[in-house]
Nanobody, 119 residues
């Protein structure tokens, strides 16, 4: 009953910026963690950034200083602001949301949004 949808991907030249959004909707729930992952062709999926319900952030070394994860709790939305993009940032970016409902906890993936950095 919970849906996770990403948006904001596209084609950008090196040095450009994009902001990705991930919105959760559905029945009653609470969110305990939000994460962004990416997967490039031929590569394993890797963690890009994470944000806990307490506001603690975590970034992969390869995006520190360039990417910022943030949230809008009222909108059940997590954002990934990506600046100074590089060709190696090209990947499908997916959000992973950790939900709590009563005593249950689970993670749900979005379908992903394509980010392509090319001149």
């Amino acid at each position: 009953q919970v849906q996770v949808v990403e948006s904001g991907g596209g084609l950008v030249q090196p040095g450009g910026s994009l902001r990705l959004s991930c919105t959760a909707s559905g029945s009653s729930f609470s969110i305990t963690a939000m994460e962004w992952y990416r997967q490039a062709p031929g590569k394993q999926r890797e963690l890009v950034a994470g944000l806990t319900s307490g506001g603690i952030t975590n970034y992969a070394d390869f995006v520190k200083g360039r990417f910022t994860i943030s949230r809008d709790n009222a909108a059940n939305t997590v954002y990934l602001q990506m600046n100074r993009l590089k060709p190696e940032d090209t990947a499908v970016y997916s959000c992973n949301i950790t939900f709590q409902q009563g005593a249950f906890s689970w993670k749900t993936w979005g379908q992903g949004t394509q980010v392509t950095i090319s001149s």
